[in-house]
């Protein structure tokens, strides 16, 4: 782990990044991050400044290796990690977490619903370079199951122990409202997201709106003393297709949007999470209206997933949403493992899961010409037909399995190095174009 001193985790006085974007100071955070995006540290600052990207960084977690999300930025993945009440194993999530950010992953969600989760959310933020991000009231109904115990102070301190924690971004579902739930009652799946039914759940049992929009300020307050990112959870996203782009869907996002200004009048930094299940035809109206309500603030997504009978493959059904959505302004992916809908996601489901994302928000990197991404492609192109193997497996998003793969079936064919077993020599086009170069027919 490489070990980074940032200056603002020693001083007493904290100042937000959007703070002091909006002051003209570019932070050792920002500038860290807009090297990675090859991108010049004050344009980078100028987008923190307008709300259009965010460089979570909570002053307490010392092992970061700051990242931006934002439209015009790279494309981010995200992996969910996290036990549920069924399995509870701290080395466990260490190793989905050190496979996730091998992988690629540009942050991680500890959703851990059972066991020590104080522990193993803490091991966690410990261990990571690369932003971590939480729900709250996961926690806080993991203590305490009885609703009609749980107050409106209870959502805020479960909060800030998070934050304390050094957690740099946490979902909230404060758009969900008392009016809102009506608009359930026509859907198929009614409401998917743990923390939404939790929110509406509380507010049906107290006949009370909802306590962290009721607390926002006090809320936006608590996020300033650590620089905790806010994520605008979707407490009413689709969870099938039959229920994208409803009245219910929007009715939140609706809310999503004024919270975004607000947050930005406190200079806390602010994101949007998005469905979901959509299928491909009303993605693109998703993501502009997002992008409208929410006055370009990034957009970050579950999926979104565009068919329900993918049972087994759901990170292929989330990663061609995913691509389409990325294509269309979306700024963070959460990746979806093939075990979604089915069980707790294993290390080799994080592995599968994160490349099947980094594709998806690749193949929009190079649609939108974002730096590197096209060149990276170039480059393994022509890899490809020098038949530089080790040049290949360096491009690719997975070299180890590119090795494994060609080594499998190289295995006992005695072929040469410039074709594979899929063609042979005889048939191998690029071969044999090399030799049309030969006779000065290329």
Known sequence: ????????????????????????????????????????????????????????????????????????????????????????????????????????????????TGGDIDAIRRAVVEASTVPVGSVPVYNLIAAESDLTRLTAGDFLEAVERHAADGIDFVTVHVGLLQRHLPLVRPRVTGIVSRGGAIMAQWMLTHGAENPLYDRFDDLLALCRRYDLALSLGDGLRPGCGADANDAAQFAELDVLGELVFRARERQVQVMVEGPGHVPLHLIPENVERQRRVCDGAPFYVLGPLVTDVAAGYDHIASAIGGALAALHGVAMLCYVTPREHLGLPDLEDVRVGVVAHRLAAHAADVALGRPGARERDRAMSEARYRFDWEGMYRHALDPDTARRLRAERQSGCELPDDCCSMCGPKFCAMRLSRELEKLGGR
């Open 1 to 112: 782990m490489t070990a980074h001193h940032w200056t603002r985790c020693e001083r007493t006085e904290i100042v937000t990044q959007m703070d002091a974007a909006r002051r003209g100071v570019v932070t050792e955070e920002v500038a860290f991050a807009a090297e990675r995006e090859r991108l010049a540290p004050e344009r980078l600052r100028d987008l923190v400044a307008a709300g259009r990207a965010i460089v979570p960084a909570n002053v307490r977690h010392r092992s970061l290796e700051p990242s931006a999300i934002g439209a015009d930025l790279l494309c981010k993945i995200n992996a969910n990690l996290g036990n549920s009440s069924a399995v509870s194993d701290i080395a466990a999530e260490r190793a989905k977490l050190e496979m996730a950010v091998r992988m690629g992953a540009d942050a991680v969600m500890d959703l851990s």
